[in-house]
């Protein structure tokens, strides 16, 4: 699995166009990806810890502790509903955002991007009270502005340059988004950030590699549950 992860690295292209049939992975695939994932989530903990230790020394400051922070308040805002936010809502929302746009069919791709747009032009998608009025009517005139542009097409394969780039760029929004779980950010430091999300960044890959080649978001979203639930059992130890 891990050649395949890395040709999906040199040309997402090509994996956009095999299993038209939609087959689901095994759940030895699965596996896999939960495995490559915890791996390199292990090998970027001590990156980052040593590249904390080494700021911590030079410029008196630790990036990680502002995760730490974080982490403590969403405890007292969210209480006993932040376990279901963190490991079923956030990767729900964020396979919407992320992985979704990858798909070939127009209805998803517009609802992506629509979901997309309200994601961002909003403060927070879980209180109504955040929501602005930008924030609403943008994502629906982008809606119809693209189901007119769209509207002879019922599927959606963009070119190989450009069809790699798109996912390259949502690899890469989809770990830099989380630089905000260690906000408030150090601007003159900001050219660390990136280390602190390189598990993001594996994640992106591994989640994007299963929608393009098994289309299907369901799969995304499990790796991605299986992922975030882990993580938050083992911050109880």
């Known amino acids: 699995m891990l050649l395949?992860?890395?040709?999906f690295i040199r040309n997402p292209y090509l994996f956009s166009l095999v299993n038209n049939k939609g087959e689901k992975p095994?759940?030895?695939?699965?596996?896999?990806?939960?495995?490559?994932?915890?791996l390199f989530l292990l090998l970027s903990v001590f990156v980052i810890s040593i590249t904390d230790m080494l700021i911590k020394a030079i410029f008196s400051f630790s990036i990680k502790r502002n995760l730490e922070i974080n982490r403590s308040?969403?405890?007292?805002?969210?209480?006993?509903?932040?376990?279901?936010?963190?490991v079923i809502g956030a990767p729900i929302i964020e396979e919407i955002v992320f992985?979704?746009?990858?798909?070939?069919?127009?209805?998803?791709?517009?609802?992506?991007?629509?979901?997309?747009l309200f994601f961002f032009l909003n403060d927070s998608i879980y209180s109504i009270d955040s929501y602005t009025l930008i924030g609403?009517?943008?994502p629906?005139?982008?809606?119809?502005?693209?189901?007119?542009?769209?509207?002879?097409?019922?599927?959606?394969?963009?070119?190989?340059?450009?069809?790699?780039f798109w996912c390259?760029?949502?690899?890469?929004?989809?770990?830099?988004?989380?630089?905000?779980?260690?906000?408030?950010?150090?601007?003159?430091?900001?050219?660390?950030y990136p280390i602190y999300v390189l598990p993001q960044l594996f994640y992106g890959i591994i989640l994007s590699y299963l929608m393009v080649k098994y289309k299907n978001i369901i799969w995304p979203i499990l790796l991605h549950i299986m992922i975030n639930l882990t993580g938050f059992l083992l911050s109880y130890f």
């Open 4 to 7: 395949d992860i890395l040709l």
């Open 26 to 38: 095994s759940e030895k695939t699965l596996i896999k990806s939960f495995l490559l994932c915890i």
């Open 73 to 86: 308040n969403s405890y007292e805002y969210w209480g006993m509903y932040r376990g279901i936010i963190s």
């Open 99 to 116: 992985i979704l746009p990858l798909t070939s069919k127009k209805k998803w791709f517009l609802f992506s991007v629509c979901f997309g």
């Open 136 to 138: 609403i009517v943008v």
């Open 140 to 164: 629906i005139l982008s809606f119809i502005l693209l189901q007119v542009v769209l509207q002879n097409k019922e599927s959606i394969i963009p070119e190989r340059n450009f069809f790699n």
């Open 168 to 192: 390259y760029f949502l690899i890469i929004s989809f770990s830099w988004v989380h630089i905000s779980n260690f906000s408030p950010i150090n601007w003159q430091l900001i050219y660390f």
